[in-house]
């Protein structure tokens, strides 16, 4: 079956004809071996006969089949979908660092050791904290070590009553399961009109019970609390720590510093602000940044310098308090070749520039929506941009459907329903390396999606239309899914 776009989607078994082969073996220079008894082979499991050429077009019309950032526009908002840039990739796969074997004896994988040490001193730079664990995979396991790592610290105070963590209700999700998980109740803090996290309500479980405070600057909402200052300060008062989720790194690199803020630790995302793929869920990365008063509680391991006789010596270290290994071996090695190259080939500069495209970009779309959409909290906003299908939901369409429409535009959904505290939600992080025609294509997009809301809204609530497959039932979709298609 040939569509529209011309691209032919039969499945392989559907290209076969018998006899077909894509591999061409070199002349039998062993012993011959006598073929596997008929009773140890399959009937059923038929193999496709095609030629090479066929499997090179059917994997590459695969490719075509999902969307991605190569390929679209992809403002999915807080999962910070960047611009990759190639030369990460290929430093990953140097031999040198591709071939590695993680059980290498240190002196054999010094050049290795020294990249991560760099990079933990960069991300000690770029944060301003003291010390750096790179063992996370991701965003989620780096809040969960920061809580053991705050934990641990008060365990060692004598300070066992405090057993509370405070969290805005415009927090992401990993937040109060990161919290739960290391044990610690969770208060949850609302937020107030202007979309910040409320001060008094704050204030009032900041007692003897805290442990500390876990924020995202800029939240979720996309809004920099300028209280944060205050706000910190309220919890150190009172005895706590604060923890920062640093998904939202983007609208601050190279412009403020978490720990200037008042952070005593925060995560980074690598495969968010630093440049690693994520479209399909991974790998990543979520190193630790920590206070001084932190860091020997890290997980492990870290990496160490030494120097003697003007050599430097890196090694693997538990730091003395660590919390212990969270991962196999070193962390997501690949990942963090990328963020180390991408830190290097940006330069200070460059990541400077980076947070001034990211609002730029988002202010740009805040002011190209406004009219159309409603604007929850109507402020200048950072990375990303929160608008509500409010009015658009009591036309008869839902923000579900305005994102699903987007996909017949070349453009990949935003981020819905998320955060909660917004009725129909839809969040957008445009990559700051989006050009303004990108930009204007998607305003005018969202306008046009707008007009058929009122003109032909079965054209809306029927979307997506173009793509390989269309609408799902999204629960039957999970509940039993069909992962042959
Ligand atoms: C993505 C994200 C996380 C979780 O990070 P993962 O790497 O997906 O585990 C946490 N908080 C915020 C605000 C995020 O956007």
Excluded: W
């Amino acid at each position: 079956m040939t569509r529209s776009d011309g691209m032919d989607r039969r499945t392989l078994m559907e290209r076969s004809v018998t006899g077909r082969v894509g591999a061409n073996l070199p002349a039998l220079d062993v012993p011959p071996q006598p073929a596997l008894d008929a009773a140890l082979l399959r009937d059923e499991l038929r193999m496709p006969e095609v030629t090479e050429p066929q499997v090179v077009r059917y994997f590459t019309l695969l490719s075509h089949l999902n969307f991605s950032i190569d390929t679209n526009f992809y403002p999915l908002g807080s999962c910070t979908m960047k611009y990759n840039p190639k030369v990460n990739d290929e430093m990953a796969f140097l031999p040198g660092f591709a071939g590695l074997h993680p059980r290498q004896p240190p002196e054999t994988v010094q050049g290795a050791l020294k990249l991560l040490h760099t990079l933990q001193g960069y991300l000690a730079e770029i944060t301003g904290t003291k010390g750096v664990g790179l063992a996370p995979l991701a965003g989620a396991q780096g809040e969960f070590c920061g809580m053991l790592m705050i934990r641990a610290l008060l365990l060692d105070r004598g300070e066992t009553q405090r057993t509370t963590v405070a969290i805005p209700d415009s927090a992401h999700g990993t937040n109060p399961a990161s919290a739960a998980m290391a044990g610690f109740q969770v208060v949850t803090i609302p937020s107030d009109s202007r979309g910040n996290m409320d001060m008094e309500a704050l204030k009032a479980v900041a007692d003897s019970g805290l442990a500390g405070l876990m924020i995202t600057q800029p939240n979720t909402l996309g809004l920099f609390n300028t209280n944060i200052l205050e706000l910190c300060d309220t919890v150190h008062r009172a005895g706590g720590l604060v923890y920062a989720d640093g998904a939202n790194m983007n609208a601050l690199l190279g412009r403020a510093k978490p720990a200037d803020l008042g952070f005593d630790v925060v995560h980074l995302n690598l495969h968010k602000t630093f440049t690693t793929p994520h479209g399909g869920g991974g790998p990543g990365a979520g190193p630790v940044c920590a206070s001084e008063e932190l860091t020997p509680y890290l997980p492990a391991p870290v990496v160490e310098r030494s120097d003697s006789d003007g050599r430097e010596t890196f090694s693997l270290a538990e730091p003395p308090k660590s919390i212990g290994r969270v991962s196999g071996f070193h962390g997501n090695f690949g990942v963090l070749v990328r963020a180390y190259t991408y830190i290097r080939s940006m330069g200070n500069t460059g990541l400077t520039e980076v947070s001034g495209n990211a609002v730029l970009n988002a202010n740009y779309l805040l002011q190209g929506l406004r009219d159309t959409y409603h604007v929850p909290y109507d402020r200048r906003c950072m990375h990303e941009v929160v608008v509500s299908a409010r009015d658009q939901k009591a036309r008869g369409v839902r923000g579900l459907d305005i994102a699903k429409r987007l996909l017949d535009y070349g453009i990949h959904a935003p981020t819905m329903y998320f955060p909660l505290i917004v009725d129909e939600t839809l969040m957008i992080e445009p990559t700051e390396t989006e050009s303004r025609e990108t930009l204007d294509a998607f305003i005018e997009a969202m306008r046009a999606i707008d007009r058929e809301v009122t003109e032909d809204p079965d054209l809306v609530t029927g979307a997506p239309h173009t793509t390989p497959v269309s609408r799902l039932d999204e629960v039957r979709a999970a509940r039993q899914p069909d992962l042959r298609g």
